[in-house]
Every structure is written in C-alpha cells, then in structure tokens.
Antibody
C-alpha cells in the first residue's frame, strides 16, 4: 500500500524559504504526477503544482500561476522523495501542506499533511 | 483558470437521507472531475474520479454523474461517518482547481 509522508519545519520566518519533503513508501516514483496542495486555516484546498518523473531528464513540472514565481518542485528518484520550496513566505502562506499522488488527474493517495506557520 | 462552484455550501440531513451536491465548472471539462471527502482534522480522501467512477474500497452509497460543466455527487443513504466536507476538483486543465467545499452535518 502506497504511503506518503510530509516532513519539514513547522515554523518559518517571514521572507524566508519553506522547504518540505514528501517520502513515498510502498510504491515507485515513476509514472505519476506528484502533487502539492495546501489548505489555509478554515479554508478550502489550493493546488500548488506537480512534478512528473521523466527518467534521465529528471522531472517536468507544472505550478499554479499564482505561486509559480516562488515555487520550485524537485524529485529525488533514488530516495523515492519529492520536494517543495516556497520562497519569500508571508503569513498568507500559513497552511497545512499535503503531498499527494496523481495517476492522471485525480489524487488517489495523500499524506497526512504538515502544518506550517509563517511567523517571526 | 477554471472556476468550480459547489452548491449548497453546507447542508444538514438525517441518517438515511439522500444527499445531493452539485459542482459547476466555468467551462467544459469533459468528465475530468473528482470528488473528495475530508473529515475534520484529516487529509482528503478520493471517492469518485472521472466524474462517475467509484474509487476502490469506497462504499457504493457514494456516486457521481455529469460531464461538461455540470456534475452531481450523491450519498444515497447518509451515515454518521459521512459527516465531512466534500470537494470537487477538475483535472482537465492546469492549474488544477478545487471547488469551495460542501459541509455535510447530521441533523
């Protein structure tokens, strides 16, 4: 059974960079779109972007236009991990961040989520 | 971006009631729509994909229909464990987008 687990800091200072990692167990990284989603307190779900394993070429990405200038997505195929970097964070980036697997478009496996607060 | 609107935003129903939620897309998305259940404090869970296909292991009281711009999600007989917020999501276009959610409570 595929299991996803987010890891990273729970507190980030304003204007710093948020870095999160998602570790995949019970499955391989190939042939899926590995996705990040966030949920601000009391709010709905916001799609951040995905990265798709492209073999020797690494990963191809697609990011939300509203965040694209601040978001970097990477894959670490040997370690079965993918990551999110969000630069210049503000309190509006405070949220629960989820990683998820997408076979084609729907998100069939989710991590439990990691709560990130942006505060000095 | 494709906007998804859900109706109603919240509802209260009795155990055993039939519950229906609608999701409307701002432009046609074929059948590229999923429904998720999010219980309080938990991650969302995929229930329906490709508008009408039931995810493995999901009870058959959940169903979905529709294509193009108008979609419907139904719980045929509401159970206490179905208390949750339900979201639709389109994946026909990038960026993927979610509806604002429908909170379902028990009367």
């Amino acid at each position: 059974q595929v299991h996803l687990q987010e890891s990273g800091p729970g507190l980030v200072k304003p204007l710093e960079t948020l870095s999160l990692t998602c570790t995949i167990s019970g499955g391989s990284i190939g042939s899926y779109f590995w996705t990040w989603i966030r949920q601000s307190p009391g709010k709905g779900l916001e799609w951040i972007g995905f990265i798709n394993y492209s073999g020797s070429h690494g990963g191809s990405t697609n990011r939300s236009p509203s965040l694209a200038g601040r978001v970097t997505l990477d894959l670490d195929e040997p370690n079965n991990q993918f990551s999110l970097r969000l630069t210049s964070v503000t309190p509006e980036d405070t949220a629960i961040y989820y990683c998820a697997r997408s076979p084609l478009g729907s998100l069939d496996h989710w991590g439990q989520g990691i709560s990130v607060t942006v505060s000095s | 971006d494709i906007q998804l609107t859900q109706s109603p935003s919240s509802l209260s129903a009795s155990e055993g009631d039939r519950v229906t939620i609608t999701c409307q897309a701002s432009q046609g998305i074929s059948n590229s729509l999923s429904w998720y259940q999010q219980r309080p404090g938990k991650a969302p869970k995929l229930l329906i994909y490709d508008a009408s296909k039931l995810e493995t292991g999901v009870p058959s009281r959940f169903s979905g229909s529709g294509s193009g711009t108008d979609f419907t999600f139904t719980i045929s007989s509401l159970q206490p464990e179905d208390v949750a917020t339900y979201y639709c999501q389109q994946y026909d276009h990038v960026p993927r987008t979610f509806g604002p959610g429908t909170k379902v409570d028990l009367k």
